[in-house]
């Protein structure tokens, strides 16, 4: 395993993909800093800026762990590389558990690299906002379990399938499936119950008056829609950005699931597949 492991970093560090999304992450941080700088100049108030712009990476970075992970694990299977660590003794489960474990550490450098850069250029802009400080740790800590069911979902389709094009459109549409599934989600729970209508009287005049939302969820159906938000992780890349979630101990339960679920599968499915 440790042999594994070792083979796997050193490939690593000479990924062009990894250093690549490394850097397209950061520079999505300096861009999010820089957009919101232009709040200041209007007068907003920015006192929690930065906690935003440090925790908005999880909206989109499903999309670079998708790409990363699908591109790094098919040269396993056209070069041969999984065939030869067979040879030499390494067992299938050593195999898969080395993969994600690198691919899960590469999406932690990644998080790590927005971080620093995010930390570097907005405390001077911003300063830190000491209320949001908490805030801040739970939900980074619910973003590294989230970083680990999301290389545990894409390690899995990567591991399974030996095409490396087919394994690419799975995680990546099935990405994006799922980030327009959550903007639906989250569309539909940030209805307002009450709204404004305008309401003719019997002198014709017109007055302000509010009523229900036809659109708002209640009772079981918004629990379902809630639990689906929580539960997928898109849609707890908006909830954790956005740090506004009731119950932030649930999206940590549902992480380990989908981690565990995930990783079990791929074993299993793994240690049954004929190898061409």
């Given amino acids: 395993m440790r042999k594994l492991l070792r083979a796997n970093f050193a490939r690593l560090w000479k990924d062009k993909v990894f250093w690549g999304a490394l850097v397209v992450l950061a520079c999505y941080g300096v ?3 820089i957009s919101q700088y232009r709040l200041v100049e209007e007068g907003y108030d920015v006192t ?3 906690s935003r712009i440090f925790l908005n990476v999880y909206l989109f970075n499903s999309v670079a762990f998708a790409a990363f992970t699908n591109l790094f694990l098919g040269c396993e299977y056209s070069d041969g590389t999984i065939r030869n660590k067979l040879v030499t003794g390494a067992s299938r489960m050593q195999i898969y558990l080395s993969n994600y474990v690198t691919c899960t550490c590469a999406g932690l450098l990644m998080q790590t690299a927005y971080s ?3 930390s570097a250029v907005a405390i001077p802009m911003f300063g830190i906002g000491t209320p949001y400080l908490e805030s801040m740790a739970i939900y980074s800590g619910i973003g590294i379990l989230l970083i680990c069911s999301e290389t545990a979902i894409y390690t899995m389709i990567s591991m399974l399938c030996q095409n490396k094009a087919a394994a690419a459109v799975f995680c990546q549409v099935g990405t994006f499936i799922l980030l327009f599934a959550a903007m ?3 569309s539909k729970l940030s209805q307002p119950e009450m709204i404004q ?3 003719q009287g019997t002198d014709g005049a017109y007055a302000v008056e509010m009523t229900k939302n036809p659109s708002y969820l209640s009772g079981a159906v918004r629990k379902w829609y809630q ?3 929580d539960f997928l992780p898109t849609g707890q890349g908006f909830t954790i950005a956005g740090a506004n979630s009731g119950h932030p101990v649930f999206l940590a339960a549902y992480s380990i699931v989908i981690m565990i679920v995930c990783n079990v599968a791929g074993i299993l499915g793994f240690l049954r597949k004929d190898l061409k």
């Fill in 48 to 50: 929690d800026q930065y």
């Fill in 197 to 199: 209508t305008a309401v």
């Fill in 184 to 186: 639906y989600l989250l």
């Fill in 116 to 118: 620093l850069v995010v």
């Fill in 227 to 229: 639990f689906w938000m």
């Fill in 31 to 33: 861009l999010g800093c």
